[in-house]
């Protein structure tokens, strides 16, 4: 077995622990392969350890990638994972850990599940944006979110939408975010977006404060295409994916539609999604119950 592991490369105990893991991954005659930026967190050496520096170095051989961090490190992850079907397992060492669901306390759990094979694996959609310049890279997907902004404190942006090049709305207001169902409990949610389970196979629209009082988020089918025209003040706005973003002219075509891979995160067989919204979110939570 190969096991990849990233990390930011930040954050308290991060070395003892990375220790701890690797050592107990070597223990069990797994390989393991360090993102650069580790390397100085580890002082163990060995036949079974080597390092990659990005994506082109992942391939079928690794069985999983462990993700050291918080949600947005798992995020990272899927733009070293791509197509590749690795999955990936989070542990938590970052704040909410919506994502990255395995504490940092349960490091002997997490790779005696995984020399078990004792896991779910949960199969996650992405989000992949079709623009008439080129944008993000190579990488113009995402596991959370699509989302536009104005400017700073230039003024409300108006965005005509369409679905499958049939007039939706217009939104006449500081952004818009079209989530995918894991997006739904991030950026989607903090705006008042409704929650949709993994499974649904959609999208979440959530306007970002809009100027109008009849404006609601919609859920739509992942199937369509969502395309946009912006208009602006400004001659620039922000485009981001996830935690990744750009400046884009006024005049440059969007569309974003569902991506033709996914991700695969691995969980404990007693975390699913229910559970994570009653810890995380504390969904549910009244004194009277």
């Known amino acids: ?120 694996i949960d199969k ?30 230039s003024p409300m942006i108006k965005i005509n939408t369409y679905l499958n090049g049939e007039f939706l709305n217009t939104y006449w207001c500081d952004g818009l975010i079209v989530a995918t169902p894991t997006g739904s409990t991030g950026y989607n949610m903090s705006c008042n977006g409704p929650i949709v389970f993994p499974e649904a196979g959609s999208f979440v629209i959530t306007p970002v404060a809009p100027h109008n009082l009849n404006v609601r988020p919609i859920v739509v089918p992942d199937s369509y295409i969502i395309s946009f025209e912006i208009e602006s003040r400004s001659d620039e706005f922000i485009c981001a994916i996830d935690a990744r973003r750009e400046l884009v002219n006024k005049e440059v075509q969007l569309a974003v539609k569902k991506e033709k891979f996914s991700i695969s995160l691995v969980r404990l067989n007693e975390n699913n999604f229910l559970s994570t919204l009653h810890t995380k979110l504390t969904w549910g939570l009244d004194k009277r119950n």
Do not use: C, W
Request: glycine share 10%.
């Open 1 to 120: 077995m190969k096991v990849a592991i990233y990390s930011r490369g930040n954050g308290d105990g991060l070395k003892e622990e990375l220790e701890e893991l690797v050592s107990r991954l070597m223990h069990n005659n797994i390989k393991v392969l360090l993102h650069y930026s580790l390397s100085r967190f580890i002082n163990i050496i060995g036949d079974l350890i080597d390092f990659f520096s990005g994506h082109e170095e992942l391939d079928q051989s690794v069985d999983f990638l462990i993700s050291l961090g918080g949600d947005g490190t798992i995020l990272d992850t899927v733009t070293l994972v791509r197509n590749k079907n690795i999955p990936v397992l989070g542990i938590n060492y970052g704040r909410l850990g919506f994502l990255a669901s395995i504490g940092k306390g349960e490091i002997n759990l997490a790779v005696e599940a995984l020399v078990n094979r004792r896991y779910v």
């Open 124 to 153: 996650r959609s992405l989000i992949h944006l079709d623009a008439n310049v080129e944008l993000f890279g190579d990488a113009p997907f995402g596991l959370n979110e699509f989302s536009m902004h104005k400017r700073d404190i």
